[in-house]
């Protein structure tokens, strides 16, 4: 008994079409084909039988097909100038009859042109639903997104299994693709992600579409998505422009969404029994398995994304900057009595005008900026190796702090301070050592030194020594409180001494009216 028949009986026994097929070894098409052609026909396996093989196959589908006469057309091509503007499957199946004429052959109609096409897309897994089909520019955009799935590798120091984020790019022109994998997903990762994609790409693209991350979109809107302050300074720098995909809706990045699955399956899973012991071994296996990729043909084709990209895309990009872009980060500050912000542990002076204003600060590996309203007030280098340092700029004091840089200067108190003692000098040099800018301290120094002009060298000496035993940094606050009271005797001494005193007896000490005339003075 034929399959044809065998497909109709099994049917009408109640087993599913996916049973028949794997029963009788046949492709699901052709059972669902066989059933469509018996109900059509109202034909059932009793009837088919009496028939015969060739005769039941005979009234299922009729004569067999001839084969065709006609020229058939290269689909692989239409495919590749498909891609290309303004180009159309009218233009093209005009280029196809004329050829066919030009050559004596028979050519299809234009209906019969599309229907082939359509069916040579989906045999090779190109085609799907009803959907407008985009026509990509070269080098107009690029699609990023982090993929779902995540890389991952043993850290060699904790033994802990470290499983970074993955980061994917692609020029829907030419579909070549860029991957790279981050320990976060944060602002730098995103900035560093961009910077490589577009030196790996060797240009820039007019749009770049982004999902809405935060690292991107500072606002997602549907009609008016914001970008964050970081994303449009590098889309500044490279000259590109951000265009966001709208919310929920995955087909405005398409073209990325499907490379992630791509890299999910063909960098990620491929991956996955390899051992890496640090992210420098994930992105070295990526990147040896993306250029894999990138110059292998697509499938039924005979041509690859690199291909595509090296005659096609590559010249349509725009030249890169002379620079990578550096990624800055944003503090906002308010600034001190000393007319400085601090930022990362370190103090940047701006005009003393802006005491007490709430500022913004820009901050790289090289330069930091401070902003008042958007308007840029002043920028200093960035200060570097130990933390509590200070960048003054004279400019920025007030008149008085200036004239005390003409009268005054650190070398001049601490050789006042020297020659009172060298506890009077460790003082000193605290003091200096206090504030950004030593002008800023001045002051605060000639306090202390004035207890040298009314109460002379030794009592100064005598406050500073207490000071100094009392905090690793003396300020002139302590050496204040402290020559308003007078030394503390040790327990010891102070028994010993309280045995000649007049007023000690059995009640012990009796203090008297001198005593609390000493202590007001």
């Known amino acids: 008994m034929s399959k044809v028949i065998e497909i109709v009986r099994l049917s ?9 097929a794997a029963a009788l070894r046949c492709s699901l098409a052709t059972v669902n084909k066989t059933l469509r052609a018996s109900r059509a026909k109202h034909l059932g396996s009793a009837e088919l039988a009496d028939q015969g093989e060739e005769r039941a196959r005979l009234l299922l589908f009729g004569p067999a ?32 009859a ?66 970074p984020w993955v980061f994917v790019g692609c020029l829907p022109y030419s579909q070549r693709l860029y991957v790279e994998a981050f320990d976060d997903m944060k602002q730098p990762s995103w900035v560093k992600a961009h910077v490589g994609m577009l030196r790996f790409f ?26 964050n302050r970081d994303y449009g300074q590098l889309a500044t720098h490279y000259g590109f422009a951000v265009l966001p995909a709208r919310p929920r809706r995955p087909k405005d990045k398409a073209s990325a969404e499907n490379t992630v699955k791509f890299v999910q399956t063909w960098v990620i899973a491929y991956l996955r029994e390899e051992k890496f012991f640090s992210l420098g071994e994930v992105n070295q296996a990526i990147r040896a398995r993306v250029a894999v990729l990138n110059s292998q043909p697509f499938k039924g084709l005979d041509y690859s994304r690199d291909d595509v990209f090296t005659t096609e895309e590559a010249q349509a990009l725009r030249p890169l900057p002379v620079e990578d872009f550096e990624l800055a980060l944003w503090r906002t500050a308010k600034v001190g009595l000393d007319y400085c912000v601090q930022v990362e542990r370190q103090r940047y002076s701006v005009p003393h005008r802006l005491i007490g204003k709430q500022v913004d600060v820009r901050l790289t590996a090289t330069t930091v900026e401070v902003f008042l309203e958007g308007q840029r ?44 003692g ?53 300020t002139y606050s302590q050496v204040k409180t402290l020559a308003r009271k ?5 327990a010891d001494d102070a028994a010993r001494q309280t045995q000649d005193l007049p007023g000690v007896g059995d009640a012990g000490l009796v203090r008297g009216s001198d005593y609390y005339r000493l202590e007001q003075l």
């Open 377 to 420: 007030v002043c920028s200093h280098p960035t200060l570097k190796g130990r933390l509590n340092q200070a960048s003054v700029l004279e400019d920025h004091m007030p008149e008085r702090h200036k004239l005390y840089l003409e009268e005054w200067n650190p070398a001049r108190f601490t050789s006042w301070a020297a020659s009172v």
């Open 486 to 490: 007078p030394a503390t005797v040790p």
């Open 98 to 163: 004329r050829s066919c004429a030009a050559a004596g052959g028979k050519g299809y109609q234009y209906s019969q042109f599309c229907g082939l096409y359509a069916q040579w897309r989906k045999e090779r897994g190109l085609g799907g639903g009803a959907t407008m089909r985009i026509r990509h520019v070269p080098g107009r955009l690029v699609e990023v997104d982090w993929a779902g799935a995540r890389a991952e590798y043993v850290d060699r120091s904790t033994g802990e299994i470290v499983r």
């Open 12 to 20: 009408e026994g109640g087993v599913p079409q996916r049973e028949i």
């Open 65 to 96: 097909e001839k084969v065709s006469d006609h020229r058939q057309p290269d689909f692989a091509e239409v495919e590749r100038q498909l891609k290309k503007d303004g180009v159309n499957l009218s233009l093209l199946w005009d280029e196809y």
């Open 422 to 474: 060298p506890a009077c000098l460790k003082v000193i040099e605290s003091i200096l050592a206090s504030k950004p800018h030593p002008a800023q301290t001045y002051r605060a120094c000639l306090g202390v030194l004035g207890y040298a002009k009314t109460r002379g060298n030794t009592f100064l000496e005598e406050v500073c020594e207490r000071a100094v035993d009392l905090s690793a940094n003396p």
């Open 202 to 227: 060797g240009g820039v693209p007019e749009l770049v579409t982004p999902d809405n991350c935060r690292t991107g979109v500072a606002k997602a809107d549907y009609y008016d998505p914001q970008v």
